[in-house]
């Protein structure tokens, strides 16, 4: 592992240091070299965190040697350790911050960002393109819920991307969060951000080894609300069966062997008489 930010390797293109995330409208698709160049900013702000929270437990010797950051589990579960930093009213670094948000990322399709960066580049690329191609659905039916109709005009709300219960507060602590809302983790990178580059009163320079990573994630991932905003036909035509060559997302939560839950079954009762009553 050279240990060098992505554009900075001695294995990519020198081209490689211009590319810019993607910018709605003028891209209606996103390219392969995009998505590839999101999961490598995503997986190095991951490993730098990593090692930053090891160096951290490296000079207060405060933490077990076994512990590896923070993880985040495909259920949109998250743990992290109790290192010591003087950098966050949070007791941690900038950066180990922003990878806490990034992981928690919820890609409205059933898996945050964090799981697929642990499974490698292609699972980031998978959670991406599906983000892109299924998650207005979600928006758009959080939409119509809050909204009361189906409206063409129907307009999108950074609450429609969160997908969180109420009341999910009194369920998170220190080993749970849920899922974060695109909105919201956008939110926070911008902050740590504009922090990291004030000069005044600022210590913490964690984020200058993944200012580009970050700021490409950030790129993307306001494309990705961009993007979905501006998609509430086609999303709504997949919600309705009307779009044959995407079809419906029925975002599950039960996992590999549980049983639906109420919700799902019901939703997926719906699904198919919406189906059945199509072909009469």
């Not at 090692?51 to 998250?78: I, L, Y």
């Not at 697929?116 to 207005?136: E, P, R, S």
């Not at 740590?192 to 993307?220: F, P, R, W």
């Amino acid at each position: 592992w050279e240990n060098v930010g992505v554009i900075e390797s001695r294995l990519v293109p020198a081209t490689s240091t211009l590319i810019q995330p993607p910018s709605w409208p003028t891209d209606k698709h996103i390219t392969t070299r995009d998505g590839f160049h999101f999961a490598a900013c995503a997986r190095r702000i991951g490993k730098m965190s990593t090692q930053e929270r090891k160096a951290n437990r490296s000079r207060v010797n405060t933490a077990s040697d076994e512990e590896q950051g923070f993880e985040v589990d495909h259920d949109g579960n998250s743990s992290s350790n109790n290192g010591s930093s003087q950098q966050q009213g949070n007791g941690e670094t900038a950066l180990v911050n922003a990878w806490k948000v990034l992981a928690c990322c919820d890609g409205l399709c059933g898996s945050p960002l964090g799981a697929a960066v642990k499974q490698g580049n292609d699972w980031t690329l998978t959670w991406l393109c599906c983000t892109l191609t299924f998650g207005g659905q979600e928006v758009v039916s959080s939409a119509e819920k809050r909204s009361g109709t189906s409206s063409e005009q129907l307009t999108i709300a950074a609450s429609d991307f969160d997908s969180r219960p109420n009341g999910y507060q009194t369920e998170e602590n220190e080993m749970m969060v849920h899922p974060k809302p695109i909105p919201e983790v956008l939110a926070t990178l911008k902050k740590l951000l504009a922090q990291s580059t004030s000069t005044e009163g600022n210590s913490d320079t964690s984020l200058s080894a993944v200012k580009h990573e970050i700021s490409y994630c950030v790129g993307m991932l306001e494309y990705a609300v961009a993007r979905l905003s501006a998609s509430v036909g086609p999303s709504r035509q997949g919600l309705h069966f009307q779009d044959p060559t995407v079809g419906h997302l029925l975002n599950l939560h039960c996992g590999h062997n549980n049983q639906f839950s109420v919700g799902e079954r019901a939703e997926l009762t719906t699904l198919l008489e919406e189906v059945m009553s199509s072909r009469r």
